[in-house]
């Protein structure tokens, strides 16, 4: 009998299919319930005392082999089947590669920082949760100045040092801090600040900082800087600045650019006048440079800051700023083309 089983065991090892239906009638004919194999074991009873270990062990091996042809000829059939998923049909038409689109904040700030780049400026960035120091107190806005008002504020519940940056001002204070003059950097970002939303103001945003310091910076280097930048950005050259107020700069100014009134959509951005205003800028306070441990009386430079959201939306003709956070495929594709 252990001679016939041990037959069957070559039998096995020596076996080949090409179908799955051969494999399981293979299977069947050893391993099923009424296969070889449940007749070997039924005759284990009638086997003499002393050859028992040796049947059974023969057995075993006859069982395991079967089971492990059973499933290396599966493996095999389904890795050929697999096969000829992938690479069946050769003539089949290529599959579609999807394109994926940079979002208009992206195309925006990329913009910006090209432009920049081109004459010296590098990038800096800083974090989103911010300190009150470099948010405000460094910048020449101490406690209980009424300049913090001028941007609500999300402060951290459980800490009142911490807050979400309000502006990316703060990335001045930080590159200052860490380098010495020469310095010549934009700082883009996302900002956030405690606004209703609507469709035109969100709780965040983005904006790009600038900072210029040197020996011997003047305000007509800062205008200068932002005639270049407004005629590389929007191909418009005509600028003015009004003079404003914010605590870091002294003086201070807010830049129109001129921006024309061809279409209806240009009298309905510029409410009638034609300009439009664009940025906030000014020289360093000189509090702001010994802040960050700059000497005013050595260095004095300019300082700018802008929203990339708005931007955006005049450039794409884009109605409503929720537009960009709602990740609205339909929208977003849109701009596939654009670079
Ligand atoms: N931080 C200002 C804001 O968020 C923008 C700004 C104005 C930045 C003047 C500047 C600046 O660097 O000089 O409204």
């Not at 009873?45 to 023969?58: L, M, R, S, T, V």
């Not at 005509?238 to 009134?261: C, H, N, Q």
């Not at 960009?324 to 670079?339: G, T």
């Amino acid at each position: 009998m252990i001679d016939k089983i041990k037959e069957y065991i070559a039998e096995v090892e020596d076996f080949k299919a090409k179908s799955k239906e051969e494999i399981e009638a293979f299977r069947i004919k050893f391993s099923g319930k009424k296969g070889l194999i449940n007749d070997f074991f039924a005759e284990f009873k009638n086997i003499a005392n002393d050859q028992k270990k040796e049947f059974g062990q023969a057995i075993n091996a006859l069982k395991n082999a079967a089971e492990q042809k059973v499933k290396e000829l599966k493996d095999e059939i389904e890795s050929q089947e697999e096969e000829k998923g992938i690479y069946g049909d050769l003539t089949r038409p290529g599959e579609p590669i999807e394109i994926g689109a940079r979002h208009p904040i992206s195309l925006v700030k990329n913009k910006i920082v090209d432009i920049f780049s081109r004459i010296g400026f590098n990038v800096s960035e800083g974090p989103e949760i911010e300190d009150d120091w470099h948010n405000f107190t460094a910048l020449n806005l101490p406690e209980y100045h009424p300049a913090r008002d001028m941007q609500d504020t999300f402060f951290i519940q459980t800490d009142p040092d911490i807050l979400l940056r309000t502006h990316t001002s703060s990335v001045q204070v930080r590159y200052m801090e860490n380098k010495k003059p020469p310095i010549r950097t934009i700082s883009p970002g996302r900002v956030y600040r405690n606004e209703a939303i609507s469709a035109r103001s969100h709780c965040f945003f983005h904006q790009v900082e600038g900072l210029y310091i040197d020996k011997g910076v003047s305000f007509a280097d800062l205008k200068q800087t932002l005639q270049y930048f407004t005629t590389e950005m929007f191909g418009k050259s005509k600028i003015r600045l009004r003079p404003s107020y914010f605590p870091f700069t002294e003086p201070s100014a807010e830049v129109d650019v001129y921006w024309g009134l061809e279409t209806e959509t240009d009298y309905r951005m510029t409410k009638g006048t034609g300009w439009l205003e664009i940025m906030g800028c000014g020289m360093v306070d000189p509090n702001v440079l010994k802040n960050c441990g700059i000497d005013p009386e050595e260095y004095s430079g300019f300082a700018f800051g802008m929203g990339i959201d708005r931007i955006a939306l005049l450039q794409y003709g884009i109605s409503d700023i929720r537009m960009l956070s709602e990740n609205d495929l339909r929208f977003l594709e849109q701009f596939k083309s654009a670079f």
